[in-house]
């Protein structure tokens, strides 16, 4: 009996035990988990977001930094013949996770410029480093400020705001996917040694559709009648890139006019030795549009006869008016323009818009 309790006692001592009853309140952890889970998930997404738009942000400002000059960022870009500029308070919230002062303004910045559709105008933001100075000079890299991806360049013309920089450009070849803009800040337009580094905004224009037909379709003349005034076009031929000022336009179109039973009736053509150009009204102007519809005349701009060198009287060449046109827009995608002529009939008191289609000469023969 001793033998069997003490076997007994060996048996409920060293053998097999039932587990020990569970203390206390039950474990929370998985149920923490299941919260904390879905919240950092939730806080790395939030995160991430931020700075992914952030990111996006700082690309769409393309913001530029010369530490000892200035830095600089594209503000936005205006299309057609307003180019006026409101600039919002969110630039502010990149730009001053730079360490930058941007400035506050709620007004409009009203573009000096009048354009037409092919306008554009480059909005630039910027703040100084120079000390004591807080305007500065904004001038292009060289004489053009534009660059477009056919290989053509552009001179952009400059519209000075406080804190803020407008380069207009009274048109481009529409056929182009994007443009360059190259510029630099110095204190003073006189010490170009002072200047800041080169600082290029990449602009992505929007897509042109071409309205004029195919140019296999097209002569290098035109000619219509209508009640009793015949009107002819011919010998078109566009200039070479020019570096002038705003109202001379970025090239010359140059073009022979056939005119019999009717007088030019345009307020933008200089006719000053066939009528008096205050008698004709405000509607009446003549246009030359091209491949993608827009006017390359400016609304500034005038069409005037070509003169003799010698004699300074109008040029003729068989029978024709010789006309050269400052036109802003046209490139190499310019293969024909469309001239929209009004015209006044000598037994009539009304003009008609003569619509003439004519292809491009590429010699230099006037």
């Not at 830095?71 to 919002?88: E, I, N, Q, T």
């Not at 919230?93 to 000096?112: A, F, N």
């Not at 619509?355 to 590429?362: D, M, S």
Request: with cysteine.
């Amino acid at each position: 009996m001793e033998n069997d309790n003490e076997v007994s006692a060996e048996g409920t001592s060293g053998g097999l035990q039932a587990p020990p009853a569970a203390y206390g309140p039950p474990s929370r952890v998985p149920a923490l988990l299941k919260v904390l889970v879905p919240s950092m998930s939730l806080a790395v997404v939030i995160l991430g977001t931020i700075v992914l738009v952030e990111t996006i942000q700082r690309r769409k400002l393309q913001i530029q930094n010369d530490p000892h000059v200035a830095a600089s960022w594209l503000v936005g870009v205006r299309y057609g013949s307003d180019c006026s500029f409101v600039p919002h308070d969110g630039l502010a919230t990149i730009v001053t996770r730079l360490g930058l002062r941007i400035p506050r303004i709620g007004r409009e910045l009203s573009s000096r410029y009048n354009g037409v559709n092919g306008s554009m105008e480059v909005w630039l933001g910027y703040v100084s480093h120079v000390a004591n100075q807080s305007k500065l000079q904004c001038a292009p890299v060289g004489q053009m400020a534009f660059f477009d991806n056919l290989g053509q360049s552009y001179r952009g013309f400059l519209d000075l705001h406080k804190g803020y920089t407008g380069l207009f450009l009274p048109g481009y070849d529409h056929a182009a996917k994007t443009l360059t803009c190259v510029v630099h800040w110095l204190p003073n337009i006189n010490e170009p040694s002072s200047a800041s580094k080169p600082m290029r905004f990449f602009i992505k224009l929007p897509k042109a559709r071409r309205v004029l037909p195919l140019l296999t379709s097209v002569g290098y003349s035109a000619i219509d009648n209508q009640h009793g005034v015949t009107v002819g076009i011919s010998h078109v031929r566009l200039s070479e890139a020019l570096n002038g000022g705003y109202s001379h336009g970025q090239r010359e179109l140059t073009f022979h006019l056939h005119l019999a039973g009717g007088v030019v009736w345009a307020r933008n053509m200089n006719m000053d030795d066939v009528v008096d150009n205050s008698e004709i009204g405000p509607p009446n102007s003549a246009g030359i549009v091209d491949p993608y519809g827009m006017n390359l005349v400016l609304p500034h701009t005038f069409i005037s006869r070509m003169r003799s060198f010698l004699t300074g009287a109008p040029f003729s060449v068989n029978h024709a008016s010789v006309w050269v046109a400052p036109v802003s827009g046209a490139g190499v995608s310019t293969d024909m323009v469309q001239f929209n002529l009004p015209v006044k009939p000598a037994n009539a008191s009304s003009p008609i818009v003569f619509h003439l289609l004519v292809r491009l000469r590429q010699d230099l023969v006037v």
